[in-house]
């Protein structure tokens, strides 16, 4: 009886120990992508400083970091009633295990 009590806490440990890696996965996975996402809005400010009328937005693209594979796209639209300002979406994602994450963020871009 005893040693059934002691391997059913054993269990116990064991997975609470594992659920709290993987939530540490997808911590750093998720900072991950937030850094990347200022980065990507940054080179769309630097893209459209160097333009010169002509701003030519990628639309998606993959990153890959270690063993992570980060897919991002950008979906821009101008203003209404002006002629240089932009309204970005960007947004990555990822898998984690079998779910797919996201993470989004707007961020508008003009003189």
Known sequence: MAVAVLSLG???I???FFSSL???NYVSDRLLADLQINNKIWELED???RSQGVFDVPA???DKFGDRRFSWKVL???IEGTTSLY???IVF???DRAKQRRLARYAYVGK
């Open 76 to 78: 821009s639209s101008s």
């Open 93 to 95: 994602s990822w898998m």
């Open 22 to 24: 993987n939530s540490l």
């Open 87 to 89: 309204k970005m979406e």
């Open 10 to 12: 054993l269990v116990m």
């Open 60 to 62: 998606s693209g993959e």
């Open 47 to 49: 893209l459209y400083n």
């Open 14 to 16: 064991y997975q609470a």
